[in-house]
């Protein structure tokens, strides 16, 4: 399964059109408040489908959860294709939000029960920070196809292979072994009563709900997860940090690229952080954000190196908070529930946009450490046994 699960990771994130469809809004004639108000737009609707996407993973299929987000992903981008313009491109952000977010919480549910089904449920850290770094080292590849296929075939050459590639994922997530799990909705409440509900989507939504919101050690994962998850929302910064340093646009590419390669070095390690005390990974969230905040005082080119270093620590610690998370969740919705930190991850991403705004790096470097010192009470809140 791990195999099938980074080959699936790889094409998932292997899309030659990322790097341009912002460019491909504009070259069309769109001005810089339509592209904002599509971007708002894609955002919006991953928001308002990541729970309700999560159930219905829960209820139906995982595995099929994620081959209909290929599917979907697909099905926009050959949309901009065959009708480039404001509609054309809301209706394919519309339709990949979807996809995306039946993606976020079904993926995560799908490894730990199929891990835990082999008898190798305590490699779930592992394995995710595996596909954490396979999904940070791609970009190598996906930026040089990328630019590849543009020089020969402009934005249509781009597009099409994208839409391949998701297909091809999709029909490798076909081949995904997939966990019975129970979706019957016969646990009890909090309390001790019984739900009754029934067995259905809108019955496993509200289970997955109520143990995100209800059990002491699922809460303090998924607010862990979120508060962390939503840091990550700074990589879209780190061109503009090598800019606003000296770094030359010519030169910006390959200066920040060592970032997203020291990340995954991290995420790669943060399978076996998962075994350490709490205090130790709170000293290497605050590591991190004492290299941001390095980075930040000196801000010049060699800053960068820092900037690298505490992204890498912070995406080991992040691994260790989703494996937790995946830990703590007992119950039938396993997917519901990870799908819930998924909209608190989005969340929080606006709001470190708006923090970002207002102090920059150092301002965020400062969250880091405040998040740091709180951490080690968050990991202790463990499931009863």
Same mark, same amino acid.
Request: some cysteine; proline content about 5%; charged content about 15%.
């Given at each position: 399964?791990?195999?099938?699960?980074?080959?699936?990771?790889?094409?998932?994130?292997?899309?030659?059109?990322?790097?341009?469809?912002?460019?491909?809004?504009?070259?069309?004639?769109?001005?810089?408040?339509?592209?904002?108000?599509?971007?708002?737009?894609?955002?919006?609707?991953?928001?308002?489908?990541?729970?309700?996407?999560?159930?219905?993973?829960?209820?139906?299929?995982?595995?099929?959860?994620?081959?209909?987000?290929g599917v979907l992903?697909?099905?926009?981008?050959?949309?901009? %294709?065959?009708?480039?313009?404001?509609?054309?491109?809301?209706?394919?952000?519309?339709?990949?939000?979807?996809? /995306?977010?039946?993606?976020?919480?079904?993926?995560?549910?799908l490894l730990h029960?199929?891990?835990?089904?082999? /008898?190798?449920?305590?490699?779930?850290?592992?394995?995710?920070?595996?596909?954490?770094?396979?999904?940070?080292?791609?970009?190598?590849?996906?930026?040089?196809?990328?630019?590849? %296929?543009?020089?020969?075939?402009?934005?249509?050459?781009?597009?099409?292979?994208?839409?391949?590639?998701?297909?091809?994922?999709?029909?490798?997530?076909?081949?995904?072994?997939?966990?019975?799990?129970?979706?019957?909705?016969?646990?009890?409440?909090?309390?001790?009563?019984?739900?009754?509900?029934?067995?259905?989507?809108?019955?496993?939504?509200?289970?997955?709900?109520?143990?995100?919101?209800?059990?002491?050690?699922?809460?303090?994962?998924?607010?862990?997860?979120?508060?962390?998850?939503?840091?990550?929302?700074?990589?879209?910064?780190?061109?503009?940090?090598?800019?606003?340093?000296?770094?030359?646009?010519?030169?910006?590419?390959?200066?920040? %690229?060592?970032?997203?390669?020291?990340?995954?070095?991290?995420?790669?390690?943060?399978?076996?952080?998962?075994?350490?005390?709490?205090?130790?990974?709170?000293?290497?969230?605050?590591?991190?954000?004492?290299?941001?905040?390095?980075?930040?005082?000196?801000?010049?080119?060699?800053?960068?190196?820092a900037v690298a270093?505490?992204?890498?620590?912070?995406?080991?610690?992040?691994?260790?908070?989703?494996?937790?998370?995946?830990?703590?969740?007992?119950?039938?919705?396993?997917?519901?529930?990870?799908?819930?930190?998924?909209?608190?991850?989005?969340?929080?991403?606006?709001?470190?946009?708006?923090?970002?705004?207002?102090?920059?790096?150092?301002? %965020?470097?400062?969250?880091?450490?405040?998040?740091?010192?709180?951490?080690?009470?968050?990991?202790?809140?463990?499931?009863?046994?």
């Amino acid at each position: 399964m791990v195999r099938l699960v980074l080959g699936w990771s790889f094409l998932a994130e292997f899309v030659p059109l990322y790097p341009f469809y912002a460019l491909l809004f504009t070259d069309t004639g769109l001005d810089d408040d339509q592209v904002s108000g599509l971007l708002a737009l894609w955002s919006a609707t991953a928001v308002l489908a990541e729970v309700p996407s999560g159930a219905l993973a829960d209820r139906w299929s995982r595995r099929g959860a994620l081959v209909v987000a290929g599917v979907l992903q697909a099905a926009a981008y050959a949309l901009w %294709l065959a009708a480039p313009g404001l509609a054309g491109f809301a209706g394919g952000l519309v339709v990949w939000g979807v996809g /995306g977010a039946l993606v976020s919480g079904a993926f995560e549910a799908l490894l730990h029960d199929g891990l835990a089904a082999a /008898g190798a449920g305590g490699q779930f850290g592992r394995v995710y920070g595996w596909v954490t770094a396979v999904d940070l080292l791609v970009q190598v590849p996906t930026a040089l196809v990328a630019a590849a %296929l543009f020089a020969s075939g402009g934005y249509a050459a781009v597009g099409w292979a994208s839409v391949v590639t998701c297909l091809a994922g999709s029909v490798l997530a076909a081949s995904f072994p997939e966990a019975p799990h129970d979706t019957d909705d016969d646990d009890t409440d909090d309390d001790g009563t019984d739900d009754d509900e029934g067995p259905g989507w809108w019955a496993t939504l509200r289970v997955g709900v109520a143990e995100a919101a209800g059990r002491p050690a699922v809460r303090a994962a998924v607010v862990l997860v979120v508060l962390l998850g939503g840091v990550d929302a700074v990589e879209e910064y780190f061109p503009l940090l090598a800019r606003d340093w000296g770094v030359p646009d010519p030169l910006n590419p390959l200066a920040v %690229l060592g970032i997203p390669v020291a990340g995954a070095a991290g995420a790669a390690l943060g399978g076996r952080a998962a075994s350490w005390p709490p205090r130790a990974v709170a000293a290497a969230l605050a590591a991190a954000g004492a290299a941001l905040a390095t980075a930040a005082l000196v801000a010049v080119p060699v800053g960068l190196a820092a900037v690298a270093a505490g992204y890498a620590l912070y995406r080991l610690v992040l691994v260790v908070a989703e494996t937790r998370l995946q830990e703590a969740i007992t119950g039938p919705a396993r997917a519901t529930v990870t799908s819930v930190a998924g909209v608190g991850v989005e969340l929080a991403a606006l709001a470190v946009f708006t923090g970002y705004a207002l102090g920059g790096l150092a301002l %965020l470097a400062t969250a880091v450490l405040v998040l740091a010192a709180a951490l080690p009470r968050l990991l202790r809140t463990r499931a009863p046994m």
